[in-house]
C-alpha cells in the first residue's frame, strides 16, 4: 500500500511540475495582456511535435513558416512611413538576425539528426518565435478590445494551430526517446530519471523566471506593464513589445513542458488542449495573476489526477476540470471582480 502511495504521490508531482510551467505562460501572458489564452496548449504540441521531427533528421516545417512570419512583419514594419531610415535599417538588421537564429538552429539540426539537446533548441526557438508572432498577428490589431474579445481571438488561435499541427504532422503520434534511460530507487519507489528532470527543469524555469522579472530592466517594465498599462506607456515602454515578449515567454515554457512530457506520452496533435485546461484549472488557484498561489493548485491538479487515475481512470480527466468550478466560486468569494478595474 505505501508502495503504491508514494508512487502515486512521485506521478502526481511529477504531472504538477508539467503544468506548472503552463500555468506560469498563461499567468505571464494574462497579466501584461488581458488575454485569458486558450491556445496556450496548443504550444505545447508544437513543442513536443517539433522536437520529434527535428530528432528524425527532417528540416522544421515549423521554423520556416516562422522565418517567413518575421520577414512579412519586417516588410510590414519598415513600410511605415513615420520611421526615419536609420530605424528602418535598424529593424531589417535585427529581423535578419533573428530569421538566421531560427533557419540556422533547423538546419543544424537536420544536419546532425538525433542531436537532443539541438533539437530542443530547435522547438524552443521557433515555439517561442511564433508566440510573437500570433500576438502580432491576433492581439496587437484588438488589444483595446473587451476581454471576451480576446477570448474568442485565442480560440480562434487554437483552432488554426490545432488544424497546422495536423497538417504538418499528420494524425500518427510520435515517439520522442527521453533525455537519459533509466532510473534510481528511493525506498520502495523506482522513479525513472525522465521524471526528475521534468522536476529540475520546472523548477529552474521556474527561479530563472523569478530573477529575470525581479532584477532586469525588460522583467520590471514587463511587471509595469502587468500593474498598470497605461501607466507603463505613459512612462515610455512599449506595451506592444512587452505584449510580444509575453506571448514569447509563455509560449517558449509551454513548449518547455511538451518537450518534458513527450516522451512519457508520445507526441501527438492532439495532447495540448488537456494540458493547457489543467493548465488554466491551477492558475485559477490564484486568479490568474498570483503565481505561488497557482504553485499550489498545479500539485493540487497533478495529485488530484494520479490518485483519480488509479481510483476510476476513466473519469480522471472529467475530476480534474471539474475542480475549476469550485476554485473560481472560490475565487470569486474571496475577492469579487472590480468591474472597472481595468
Not at 85 to 92: D, H, K, M, Q, Y
Request: charged share 10%.
Amino acid at each position: 500500500m505505501l508502495d503504491t502511495f508514494l508512487f502515486l504521490l512521485i506521478d502526481g508531482v511529477t504531472n504538477g511540475a508539467v503544468y506548472g510551467l503552463v500555468a506560469l505562460s498563461l499567468i505571464m501572458i494574462y497579466t501584461v495582456t488581458r488575454v485569458v489564452n486558450i491556445a496556450q496548449g496548443e504550444y505545447v504540441t508544437l513543442g513536443a511535435l517539433s522536437l520529434a521531427s527535428a530528432l528524425s533528421g527532417s528540416f522544421s516545417v515549423l521554423s520556416a513558416i516562422v522565418a517567413g512570419g518575421i520577414a512579412a512583419f519586417a516588410l510590414k514594419d519598415v513600410a511605415d512611413r513615420r520611421l526615419t531610415a536609420t530605424v528602418s535599417i535598424r529593424i531589417l538588421l535585427l529581423r535578419a538576425l533573428w530569421i538566421l537564429v531560427v533557419l540556422a538552429t533547423a538546419w543544424a539540426a537536420h544536419l546532425l539528426p538525433g542531436s537532443y539537446w539541438l533539437a530542443v533548441l530547435v522547438s524552443l526557438v521557433a515555439t517561442a518565435s511564433l508566440g510573437t508572432l500570433a500576438y502580432r498577428l491576433t492581439v496587437e490589431p484588438v488589444s483595446g478590445a473587451s476581454p471576451i474579445v480576446l477570448l474568442i481571438v485565442s480560440v480562434g488561435v487554437y483552432m488554426v494551430f490545432h488544424g497546422s499541427a495536423v497538417m504538418i504532422w499528420g494524425a500518427e503520434p510520435r515517439s520522442v526517446p527521453p533525455i537519459v534511460d533509466g532510473g534510481l530507487t528511493l525506498g520502495p519507489v523506482f522513479v525513472t530519471y525522465q521524471s526528475l528532470w521534468i522536476c529540475a527543469f520546472s523548477v529552474v524555469a521556474m527561479i530563472a523566471l523569478y530573477l529575470f522579472s525581479e532584477r532586469t530592466l525588460i522583467g520590471q517594465a514587463l511587471q509595469a506593464t502587468a500593474a498598470n498599462r497605461t501607466g507603463a506607456q505613459l512612462c515610455g515602454i512599449p506595451v506592444s513589445v512587452a505584449g510580444q515578449l509575453s506571448f514569447a515567454i509563455g509560449a517558449g515554457f509551454s513548449a518547455l513542458s511538451g518537450l518534458l512530457l513527450a516522451p512519457l506520452v508520445t507526441a501527438n496533435y492532439d495532447m495540448g488542449f488537456p494540458i493547457g485546461l489543467k493548465g488554466f484549472v491551477a492558475a485559477a488557484l490564484g486568479g490568474i495573476v498570483e503565481y505561488p498561489t497557482a504553485l499550489i493548485g498545479v500539485l493540487l491538479v497533478g495529485l488530484t489526477e494520479s490518485f483519480s487515475a488509479f481510483q476510476i481512470s476513466a473519469f480522471r480527466d472529467v475530476i480534474v476540470f471539474l475542480m475549476v468550478i469550485p476554485i473560481l466560486l472560490w475565487r470569486n468569494a474571496v475577492r469579487p471582480p472590480e468591474a472597472h478595474e481595468h
